[in-house]
């Protein structure tokens, strides 16, 4: 549902200037997986690279999120696609000020994913698949959300009793399981350097 009676306002600074002065190309890096999969670790370390090379940046974690702009979402599938539906739309205005916006969600629905790709330009949403085995979610378990959802205590937990649609062509695909998270956010940075997101520093 639009809102009626607005209309889009022209801003003097354009997001081509914006990026200029910042020396880089603004990108959405849409991180995905399973709930322990490694997330927001990886993306964490990718946002912390990124600064000390002087580069801006933002990461926007799910948890983070629904503390407060999300606060009022559940974890129906309606919820999930709203709580998607919002953070594409935060990502966009980040994106249109010349950052480099990570988001880390579990993002299970392969049509949501694409809607947040069809909101941005070509070449700016760049999907970061962080395929963990479940068995390797399973025992990391750090915020013990698969031992309650086996004993049904959570319902609609992605994974148990919730699908994911494992992304087909990721931009970039990372392997927790296999390499360390150094390794795994190098992995991302250089895809950034090779396709020009980066400029020099």
């Not at 407060?68 to 709203?82: Q, V, Y």
Request: some cysteine; aromatic content about 8%; overall charge negative.
């Amino acid at each position: 549902m639009k809102t009626e009676n607005t209309v889009w306002h022209q801003t003097n600074v354009t997001k081509v200037q914006r990026a200029t002065l910042k020396q880089q190309k603004p990108c959405l890096l849409w991180y995905t997986g399973l709930s322990g999969s490694g997330k927001s670790t990886v993306a964490n370390a990718v946002d912390a690279l990124l600064f000390e090379r002087g580069h801006h940046s933002y990461l926007l974690d799910g948890d983070n999120v629904r503390h407060g702009l999300n606060g009022d979402l559940g974890f129906s599938d309606t919820d999930r696609i709203e709580n998607i539906r919002r953070i594409s739309e935060v990502s966009k205005l980040f994106i249109d000020s010349g950052l480099i916006v990570s988001t880390a969600f579990i993002s299970p629905f392969a049509q949501d994913r694409a809607m947040a790709r069809d909101l941005l330009e070509d070449g700016e949403f760049i999907e970061v698949y962080i395929d963990t085995p479940i068995e390797v979610c399973e025992q990391r378990d750090p915020k013990g959300l698969y031992k309650k959802a086996r004993a049904g205590e959570i319902k609609d937990f992605t994974g148990i009793d919730s699908a994911y649609d494992v992304p087909e062509e990721p931009e970039v695909h990372i392997e927790t399981a296999k390499y360390t998270i150094e390794e795994c956010a190098q992995q991302i940075v250089s895809h950034l350097e090779q396709n020009g997101y980066l400029g020099a520093k």
